[in-house]
Every structure is written in structure tokens, then in C-alpha cells.
């Protein structure tokens, strides 16, 4: 069964599944969650039994308008291409299917193995099936291993932002991103669970195991969500 567990004043849910399930398709192991002495959550991709294994937590509440900030440790413009970190909102099935009513902040080559790929994306995808999905990505490197990733989300529109250190300085901001004017009427508006995942990506480099073949951790030091 799925584990349930308070962290930072939240109920979250560690995924577990015995056969292979979305994305990748994967298999997701409770064990990979863990929170340390210090209130830190780690989220692993790990060998279990001969077998891959990735991570995800979500929220039993379901969360709206309001800004979401993430403090990341882990050298995530290095993570292996096969390899995603998604920190995202999600709809259950009250609120629409898949590729509708999400917000994601992921750090991923998405397969490329070309030193110029892209490896941190912003994708929004719409309230309704069949809107448009709006997305903006680039290549970063990183000054050290914490980051900090945020969205503020609002009737009209999402902003995304990534910022050097545990920090939300504007000195230390290195990609901010608007959603377009024109995407405010496809712009989701139901609340929705706020989930966070680490886990293998297999259609460009087919195989459930990250191409260097290494287990791998990054560790979320706090989440916040304050109305606006």
C-alpha cells in the first residue's frame, strides 16, 4: 500500500507500484521517500531486488492560486539524460485527464545526450483537452548543488522561476518565464494536488536503468505555498 506522512505541516503520499506504471513506464517504491533528522525529504532512484525503482510523493489536499516555492539539493544540471526531477501540480480525475490542468518545473535532458541540450523546462498544460500546452526551456549550469524553484500561479496566468541557492532574491534569479497573454482563457483553475517525482525516461534511450547505470538522490530541504 502507498505510505502516507506529514511534511511541513502537509499530508503526503509515497507511490508504490508493483508493475510498471506511467511515466517511463516505471516502477515506484515507497522506500525511495524518506525524511531525514533535519526535516529534509530525499527522493531516490535505487536498485530494489535486481530491479529500477523510482520516487514520487503527492498531496491528499489539493492546492490553487498562490505561489509554490521549492529548496532543491542535488546537482541537477548534471542529473543523467535518462533522468527527470518534476516538481509539478497534477489533476485527479475530478479535475481532468492527462495533459490538462498541470504546471510543471522539471529538470531534465529528456534522453539528448548532446552537451547543448536543454535541461530545465516550464510546460503548462491546459484546463480543457485540446488547448494549448505552452512551455519554455533552456540549458543551465549551476553555482554549486542548492537551487530554488518557484511558480506563482493566478487566474490569468502562471510565472515560473529558478534562483542560484535557498533563496528567492532577484539577484540570484537565473530563468523567469510568463505564460503568454493569450493562454489566460486556457489557464487551469482548479485546485489540484501538488506532486514531486524522480524518475527514468525511456523514449529516446530505451531501458529501465539511467544510462550510467548509478542510483541517484536529490533532496528537497522545504516546500512552501502561501496564497497570493
Known amino acids: 500500500m502507498a505510505r502516507s506522512f506529514n511534511w511541513q505541516g502537509i499530508e503526503w503520499i509515497a507511490r508504490r507500484s508493483n508493475e510498471l506504471e506511467g511515466p517511463g513506464p516505471n516502477k515506484w517504491s515507497s522506500n525511495n521517500v524518506t525524511v531525514d533528522d533535519d526535516g529534509h525529504l530525499h527522493l531516490r532512484i535505487s536498485q530494489q531486488n535486481g530491479q529500477w525503482t523510482c520516487a514520487e510523493v503527492f498531496t491528499s489536499q489539493k492546492f490553487g492560486f498562490g505561489r509554490y516555492v521549492w529548496s532543491v539539493e542535488g546537482a541537477v544540471d548534471k542529473l543523467d539524460p535518462k533522468l527527470v526531477l518534476g516538481l509539478f501540480t497534477y489533476p485527479t480525475p475530478a479535475e481532468g485527464p492527462d495533459r490538462t490542468n498541470e504546471i510543471d518545473i522539471e529538470w531534465s535532458k529528456w534522453g539528448q545526450t548532446d552537451q547543448n541540450a536543454t535541461n530545465l523546462g516550464y510546460t503548462i498544460y491546459p484546463r480543457t483537452e485540446g488547448?494549448?500546452?505552452?512551455?519554455?526551456?533552456?540549458?543551465?549550469?549551476?553555482?554549486?548543488?542548492?537551487?530554488?524553484?518557484?511558480?506563482?500561479?493566478?487566474?490569468?496566468?502562471?510565472?515560473?522561476e529558478s534562483y542560484h541557492g535557498h533563496t528567492t532574491k532577484d539577484e540570484n534569479k537565473f530563468f523567469e518565464w510568463t505564460t503568454p497573454y493569450g493562454f489566460a482563457n486556457?489557464?487551469?483553475?482548479?485546485?489540484?494536488?501538488?506532486?514531486?517525482?524522480?524518475?527514468?525516461h525511456q523514449e529516446e534511450i530505451p531501458g529501465m536503468s539511467p544510462l550510467n547505470g548509478e542510483e541517484v538522490e536529490v533532496i528537497i530541504h522545504n516546500f512552501k505555498f502561501t496564497l497570493q
Open 186 to 200: 486556457a489557464c487551469p483553475i482548479a485546485p489540484v494536488p501538488i506532486h514531486m517525482n524522480l524518475w527514468i
Open 131 to 160: 488547448g494549448p500546452i505552452v512551455s519554455k526551456n533552456k540549458k543551465q549550469g549551476l553555482n554549486g548543488t542548492y537551487t530554488t524553484s518557484a511558480f506563482t500561479w493566478s487566474p490569468n496566468g502562471v510565472k515560473l
